[in-house]
């Protein structure tokens, strides 16, 4: 039935009621249409009140953040534990403090509903501590089939968790520099925010269900420790584990390594998939750490597609390999034993593992959570993939980070239909000058913060030849690279080749929000495969 149908025969019923039903009617649809306007305006309120909340929380952490590295060395150690904020001096502190059956408890993320939040009350019955045989690393070290997610819609979290690998976890947890003592019942790890180390201390107390099980993240492979402590020194950094559900991989890994966080659309990799492969194996080839997320589904990862793909989540991408012509990744659902997987081609029961194939991709048919599917499946099954770059310092060359400021005519914006005259020249500008041609990696990130992925403005940068002047118009003539159309991520960045006419040369970087007026502060990060010096333009 066509829609004019279906109105003609609503009018039609409505015509053939008396006056008292019609009026009766037309009270019971202006009360709907009323309760339906007060649902829409207490769900914006509610919306906005959320959003003011993440704000505040955000600023609030920078602030203490600050105060934290700008406290008196010797003020801070004459203060009680309690007092001390999170530092390697304070755990130092604590492991002498703390031994033989005394136990740290830590009140400023207290064993209680506050750290958890009533949004996952339900699942936190109870507070406990690990028994004999649970142990930080296991006898088998760190290993990527470790964590296994619980009741937190965080598997962004423990993907990269699976992605950071052993040595990133290890310094992580400052092993080059702490002895970590469970004696204590104390750990202290190392985050980065904004690009500046954080360090976090917690106890070993973790929450249970009412089965008492544990509730959250926890070793899939043995009692190690260390999935948990991460997962609660990351809740505690942002306030909370009710604040850590949902992200992206590509931030978690940033925060928990110093790295630069990048994200590639799979609508783009589909136009190009010898190109798309080429990148990330070159990544992979790098040392970069990738991960990746599907498109989202109303139903949550609840959805899960024909072929065993869970939709609105976060995978772990372990490995990249070629095997007679087939592209194929590695990847990992963090529910872990028994989670979903792949049941496509190179799914674990697929007809096409050979005995050498199974040989030279070290496949095992386990439930693990762990699969291979090929490149042209992934494309189209995937929404994202998640970069995280480690840069080697031998490779690359960088300069100290830049400070800036987008304030009354330096925030002038982009052209578009709310900004028509916007002055690109009146934006923030730097000058990359190089003697050769090599590539320069930018990373653009806005201090101010909605939430853990996204800023208070959406941002971009671009490059121009135009050999030291200002950027007047966005030519694409004169365009070396840029970090795509705006977005309101805390952090964009981009992997751009400088290629001049002649050396040396001065290529001009201009950072801008989307539109004018949009003024805070922001972070410039640039990495160079040669030497490089930054001049002011003209």
Known sequence: MGTDAKY??????????????KEAFD??????????????QDANELIKAQEEAKKERQKALGEKLQKNKTMNVQNIENLPIKDMPDSVMKYEKITKEYSQGKKYEDTAFAANQNSVGSQLAQVTQKWDRPGAGYTLYGSNGVQPDDPRQGSIGNCYFVSALSVAGKDNIEKAFLADKVKQNPETGAFVVRFYFLGDPVDVIVDDL???DGQGNWSFCKSDSGNKLWPMILEKAYAKLHGG???????????????????YPEELKMSVAQKNIDVFWNTIMKHHENGYLLGAGTPENPQGDRAISDEGIIQGHAYAILGLEEYNDERLIKLRNPHGSGGAEWRGDWGDNSIKWNDKAKKQLKFENKEDGIFWM????F????????VCRIFDQKLWKTVPTIEGEWKGESAAGLPNKNNPGANLSKNPHYGIKVQRRCSVFISLTQVERIDMFRGKYPIMFLVQKNDGKRVKSASLDLLAGSSGAPTDLITVSAEISLEAPTYPYTFSLMVATANAGGEGKYELNIQCTDDFTIVDLK
């Not at 584990?241 to 790295?259: C, F, M, N, P, R």
């Not at 494309?379 to 998640?386: D, I, N, Q, R, T």
């Open 27 to 40: 009270e019971l649809r202006d009360a709907y249409l009323a309760q339906v306007k007060q649902d829409k």
């Open 379 to 386: 494309v189209y099954e995937f929404k994202s993939l998640y």
């Open 241 to 259: 584990y009710d604040k850590i559900i949902a992200g992206k991989v590509s931030y978690a890994l940033s925060e928990l390594t110093g790295g």
């Open 8 to 21: 003609k025969l609503v009018i039609d019923k409505y015509e053939s009621l008396n006056p008292t039903q």
């Open 374 to 377: 090929s490149l042209d499946d």
């Open 206 to 208: 973790f929450p249970k």
